[in-house]
């Protein structure tokens, strides 16, 4: 309806100004074509302006994503190989363990073995030191009997290899 009410406007306009009704219908229309072409332009700019930015962030997704993927690919990697060298470490970890544990071991034969035998050195020397101090107190005894013996000078030499052999004799009979 509202075309007809604007046709019927223009028809009257076109004959007040001594323009045909028909011509002013044609200029309307070329009017109109030309508002459309126009718009259709317009729209047309429009759409291939949105077009190429679609095309533009497809083809950012693209490359995300392709990057993205090497990545992932980067970090994948990074991991097996961190979870190589930590299976590698926990068998070193495990073969150390067992060396420490041997040696542990060991250490303790050691220090019992080391136990015994100093209890045998101090019962060893203990035995040691009785038997010089009783050496000791016979050599002593030897050299106070010595001064009365008459003897001759083989068997006194004998003494003397006897007293000298049980430790440093400093008698007055004692040649060596």
Known sequence: MSRLTLVLAVLALGSASGVSPVQKVVQLIDDMAVKVKKDLDATSAEFEEFAKACDDEATAKDYAIKGTQEEIEALTATADDADAKIASLEAKVEDITTKIGDTEGELASAM??????????????????????????????LKKSVGFVQMTSEARHGLNTVLASLGHCECQFCYA
């Not at 035998?117 to 019962?123: C, L, R």
């Open 112 to 141: 019992s073995l080391r136990e015994k035998e100093h209890q045998d050195f101090i019962a060893t020397e203990k035995e040691m030191l009785d038997t010089v101090e009783s050496l000791n107190g016979a050599t002593a005894e």
